[in-house]
């Protein structure tokens, strides 16, 4: 396996990841129908996994398509997927100027990690994406070498 093809395997993660995951996590009763959620943050929560499926598949599409511009195809791929981690940081750091939250207490809550005596709550989806940056960025390194 060459480095370009692990790039892209890297890419096609994330992007699925992107795209799949939030058809599952959020189009339930701890989002899109959560009652307690007024319906214009459900309407736009709904538009975002709509948005973000078809984005995926094509994506997806520009890196295993073959024919010309494959690298071109590639870094075209790699921003579009990465245009969602760079919205969710924006997102989490802006929070506290609109009154935004990392998660409802009536969905899915952070992860509590005993260390100690104390007890760390660690937000999952903070974890996800910045992991997903990184191997992001390692992917992008990986097609530049190869």
């Keep these: 396996m ?32 959560n009652t307690l959620w007024p319906g214009h943050a459900r309407f736009h929560l709904v538009q975002q996994v ?29 921003l579009l997927t990465a245009t969602p981690l760079a919205g969710f940081m924006i997102a989490t750091l802006a929070r506290f100027g609109y009154g935004g939250a990392l998660y409802d207490s009536n969905g899915i809550r952070p992860l509590r990690i005993p260390i100690g005596s104390r007890e760390a709550a660690i937000e999952i989806n903070v ?20």
């Design 2 to 33: 060459n480095l370009a093809f692990l790039a892209r395997l890297i890419v096609t993660a994330i992007a699925a990841g992107q795209g799949v995951a939030p058809v599952f996590i959020d189009l339930n009763r701890t989002h899109a129908t």
């Design 50 to 78: 709509f948005t973000l499926l078809p984005a995926a598949a094509i994506e997806i599409a520009l890196i295993w398509w073959s024919g010309p511009w494959i690298s071109e195809r590639f870094y075209l791929a790699a």
């Design 127 to 146: 974890v996800l994406i910045a992991a997903a940056s990184l191997l992001m960025i390692a992917a992008v390194i990986l097609f530049l070498m190869s």
